[in-house]
Every structure is written in C-alpha cells, then in structure tokens.
C-alpha cells in the first residue's frame, strides 16, 4: 500500500503548479483522497478532498477559487491543480487515503484517513 505525492517546486506568487498522488497496492476507487499540508512551525491542515467517485469534494477556505482537485480511476492519480499561489501556501503537502466503501464521504479531519503518503515540498516566494 503506497502513495506519491509529487509535483511540488518552487513558484513565484500568482504562479500554479499541479501537485499528483499516485495510488499503488489498493483498491484506489474504494476511497476518498485528501490533500493536507503543513508549514515550518503550523500544524497540519486540511486542504482539498475528492470522494471514491470524484463526485463530491471539500476546500478549505483560503483555497477556494485557487485549488482544484480532481481524480483519474483508471490511472489511480489523483490531482490537485494549484493557482494564483500565494506565500502562505508554502508547506509541505501531503496526500492520503480514506477507506468510504461506495459513499461519497470527503473529510478534512486527518485522524480518519487511513495511510498516507511523503510529503512534496511547495514554495511560494519571489
């Protein structure tokens, strides 16, 4: 069981970038992904989620209108396209997964994802 969170980089303000997580060793459409990320001396937060069917998906407030989250079945990807970054998004972001069954369930609270992946760096700065 394994998840890649990769695409992460350095970008200027106003810039985007798209963040992958790539699923392995489990039945990826059986769950809900969830994007969290955590800056130098901040907890963790959560910042996007996409349920088992790409039906239903959560934002945090800061994000929204910014981050678009998104998922591909067949390729076991999930995506979250970043725009119009700003210097308090740098974190280190991490993605991972919740077992929902067939329910459209998505969740910004981290204790019931069930495994995660590494982190990928993200830096917002001129």
């Known amino acids: 069981v394994q998840l890649q969170a990769s695409g992460g980089g350095l970008v200027q303000p106003g810039g985007s970038l798209r963040l992958s997580c790539a699923a392995f060793g489990f039945r990826f459409d059986d769950y809900a992904i969830g994007w969290f990320r955590q800056a130098p001396g901040k907890e963790r937060e959560g910042v996007s989620c996409?349920?088992?069917?790409?039906?239903?998906?959560y934002y945090e407030d800061s994000v929204k209108g910014r981050f678009t989250v998104s998922r591909d079945n067949a390729k076991n990807t999930v995506y979250l396209q970043m725009n119009s970054l700003k210097p308090e998004d740098t974190a280190a972001y991490y993605c991972?997964?919740?077992?929902?069954?067939?329910?459209?369930?998505?969740?910004?609270?981290?204790?019931?994802?069930?495994?995660w992946g590494q982190g990928t760096l993200v830096t917002v700065s001129s």
């Open positions: 991972a997964a919740l077992w929902a069954g067939k329910s459209d369930y998505v969740t910004d609270r981290s204790y019931e994802y069930d495994f």
């Open positions: 996409i349920s088992m069917s790409g039906y239903s998906t």
